[in-house]
């Protein structure tokens, strides 16, 4: 609306300077080959016709710059400044006019500017109130999710809960198939693979160029499908990485609002110099908003060249429920992997991946006499994770290992396995960019013991709500173990600060407001409130 205002703005400007200053001659009739009677009329109109010219102008003024939302004061601000702006137009014009043969000073146009200017911002307060309550009482934006993959990560668990929450009104998009579209369909959300083809598929966050050129056939044929799907929704959601880069240049051609949600920190441990490239100008090129998933995410990408003024910080939001499984079902799964009752029990979360440092924890754990851990996740994405696993299944059959690690492999019923163990540890060794994980830990009710970087030093508050180690530092991890499961007492002090932090600050609710509120801004740029989409006000 405000660039359709400015160009009418602009319009209205260069037609009324031209008509001032077109050279006339006093006295003579304006439209010469009418009779006299009616030029006088016209003349007589002239206050009148002045009148209504300023009021389109100050009108269209008013909806170009005119505050679309915010305070009384602020409106009446603009208002003074568009009226003075106009009206000291007005009298310079006069006074130009003056030089002009056959014009001369009217002070009587001026007049007639200046009522016209406020009944013209009166219309346009009139007209952006009428439009704004029309697009708030409106239907809520249509959102088209996209994201790469069809395994359950931490991204993908918060995006099923995004789009859950409004499903009446999404749709997901992934490049390949996998419990998670199953788990999308089971919440009602409607969902479509449109795959990636096995040459883009491969491009991986470390990829180099070579990789990127044999995919770009596969990358454009998509981009093409992603942008006709598009253009049945208001917001094109990327959730990943690749997403983004498929995405972008898709709701560019679809002429259709980009949110990106980051959930990695934009560095050099996680891509590769060129997908970092990549990433970076497609969020600053194409989209309207991205969400940040903690400061330290953030950071990165404003320190990579992301655009500082896109980015906002929301947390992942979190069901918080009183619910607890029951007793019977967690010795049963405890027995199922060998537990000895009252053996002191370590829990890690996550998929086994190099940079989540399961085998810095596998390490610290010789130290700790007694301790069994449960690995709970399974290698989800590349051949580097399978080969890790593998490795991992080693180092636990070492002797001083030998029974007391567990794999658990990849579970949906998560919860039984945080209600089994003493302590939940969390030991990625490069920066992790939020960690479900260590909020996971903390709902439940356990003491967490994170690495000290990224979001994961953001979530705990050392010695209050758990305790932060050095990453990389099978040493620290080890004390920070040992000292735990000497001192019960603290353990359960840190579980239970833990835990009410935990739910004042994660829960799922205000964080979908939020989310929306961003969703809302993109789809519908020119109006204040959020329209709650369907099934999230249900
Ligand atoms: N998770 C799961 N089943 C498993 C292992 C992990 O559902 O077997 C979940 C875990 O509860 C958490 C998510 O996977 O919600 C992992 O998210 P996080 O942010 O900790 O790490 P990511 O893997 O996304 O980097
Ligand atoms: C990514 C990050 C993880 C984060 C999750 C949800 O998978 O690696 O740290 O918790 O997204 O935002």
Redesign the pocket.
Known sequence: MRKAARIAMVLFLGGGLWLAFKPGAVGNPRLSFLPYYVNEFVDHMDFWFNLLAFTALAFTAWLAFGPQHGTFEKAINRALWVLGIITVMNIMVEVVQSSIPGRRVDQADVWAGMLGCVLGIFGGCLVQRMMNRRAQDGPPARVLFVDQTGR??????MLLDIAAARAADSEVVLFQDGEFRTALEERGVKTRVLPLGEEAAVVDKQAGMLHALRAMPALCGLILRLAHAARGFDVVYANTAKALIIGGPAAWLARRALVFHL?DIVSAGHFSAMNRRALIFCSNYFASAVIANSEATQEAFIASGGRAELCSVVP?GFHITDEVPATAETTRVRESFGIPAGAWTVLM???L?PW?GQKVLLEALKAVPQAHVVL???A?FTAEDHAYAAALRAQAAEPSLAGRVHF?????D?RT?FELADVVV?ASIHP???????V?GMLAGRAVIATKAGGAAEIIDHEQTGLHVAPDDANDLAQALLRLQKDPALALELAQNACRTARATYGLDAVQAKIEAVISKSAFPDIKATPAPAAAAA
């Open positions: 359950l990560g931490g991204a993908e668990l959930h992942n979360a996550g998929r991946t989540k709970l996740g399974d989800l658990a492999g990849f579970r949906t998560t396995f969390h992790e960019p939020f960690g479900r994980v260590i996971e």
